[in-house]
């Protein structure tokens, strides 16, 4: 079955400075996602994707956060410079549809980001 | 504004034995429901979802779920618990028009042999 791969599985870097996770969604879905989970804490979610542009976003997604797909199978989350607090793991999702139910969104297995 | 709340944060059950997971949910309108599960190292995988009809609906894994619209409740079953079962269950409600959803702060389920 088609998966939603995300890279890396684990990063750290030093408060301040940029860091892109990747994912790459599955084939034939149009819609992407970004949630992320603080340890101990739900599961939110931060942006969705269509058509090359933003169609939802939470207030967590402010400005030092943004969403590409660069070249048609990736789709990208930057988070500008990073604070501690953005230590979490980052999902990324894919659905076919727009509808949560008639197109269930496929998560990846996360990326465990560590902010030092 | 919706919510989800699971108040279970851990339970252990013995295999073998049946488990409930309870989710309440605060949703403006006809909320669609879902639950999902997440193992160890993975991602969040789809167990069943509910919009209309029969309030019962089963899922993958010999799981069930029931909607009790009175009690705001969607509460997650399974008659007999596999070792393989023990994870972190999620209950989440979505809209009827994206998918922007809006999860419980999951129950850990630990499988006792």
């Known amino acids: 079955e088609p998966e939603v791969t995300q890279t890396p599985s684990h990063q750290v870097t030093q408060m301040g400075q940029e860091v892109i996770l990747r994912c790459v969604p599955i084939?034939?879905?149009?819609?992407f996602y970004w949630y992320r989970q603080i340890l101990g804490q739900k599961v939110e979610f931060l942006v969705s994707?269509?058509?090359?542009?933003?169609?939802?976003k939470s207030e967590i997604f402010d400005d030092q956060f943004s969403v590409e797909r660069p070249d048609g199978s990736n789709f990208t989350l930057k988070i500008r410079s990073t604070k501690l607090e953005d230590s979490a793991m980052y999902f990324c999702?894919?659905?076919?549809?727009?509808?949560?139910?008639?197109?269930?969104?496929?998560f990846g297995n996360g990326t465990r980001l560590t902010v030092t | 504004a919706q919510s989800v709340t699971q108040p279970d944060i851990h339970i252990t059950v013995s295999e073998g034995a049946s488990l409930e997971l309870r989710c309440n949910y605060s949703?403006?309108?006809?909320?669609?429901l879902f639950w999902y599960v997440q193992s160890p190292g993975q991602g969040l995988q789809l167990l069943l979802k509910?919009?209309?009809?029969?309030?019962l609906v089963q899922g993958i894994k010999g799981f069930e779920a029931e909607f009790k619209r009175s009690q705001s409740s969607f509460n997650l079953r399974k008659p007999s618990v596999h070792w393989s079962d023990a994870a972190e269950y999620f209950c989440?409600?979505?809209?009827?028009?994206?998918?922007?959803?809006?999860f419980g702060g999951g129950t850990r389920l630990m499988v006792k042999p």
């Open positions: 509910y919009f209309s009809g029969d309030t």
């Open positions: 994707f269509y058509n090359n542009e933003i169609s939802e």
């Open positions: 989440a409600v979505g809209p009827q028009r994206g998918n922007m959803l809006t």
């Open positions: 999702a894919s659905s076919r549809g727009r509808s949560s139910y008639n197109s269930p969104l496929h």
């Open positions: 949703y403006g309108a006809t909320p669609y």
């Open positions: 084939s034939n879905h149009l819609y």
